[in-house]
């Protein structure tokens, strides 16, 4: 099965601004927010979009 078009992980350093069926990462601080996001990105080969200096979005195009 291959994945197109979707939000694969949601990275967030406010976890009342998130809930949803994405699988949802929280971390400290920006610093360590923007360490996971790019290994997220690699791990699953997609792509990480800054939605906020509080949010990263994994998504597959």
Same mark, same amino acid.
């Given at each position: 099965?291959? @994945?197109?078009?979707? @939000?694969? /992980? &949601?990275?967030?350093? +406010?976890?009342? $601004? &998130?809930?949803?069926? /994405?699988?949802?990462?929280?971390? +400290?601080?920006?610093?360590?927010?923007?360490? &996971?996001? /790019? +290994?997220?990105?690699?791990?699953?080969?997609?792509?990480?979009?800054?939605?906020?200096?509080?949010?990263?979005? @994994? &998504? $597959?195009?």
């Amino acid at each position: 099965m291959k @994945i197109e078009k979707a @939000i694969l /992980a &949601v990275i967030t350093t +406010n976890q009342s $601004k &998130v809930s949803g069926g /994405a699988p949802i990462f929280y971390c +400290n601080d920006a610093k360590e927010s923007a360490k &996971v996001a /790019a +290994n997220l990105e690699a791990i699953t080969d997609g792509i990480a979009h800054s939605l906020s200096d509080e949010m990263y979005i @994994i &998504v $597959k195009h």
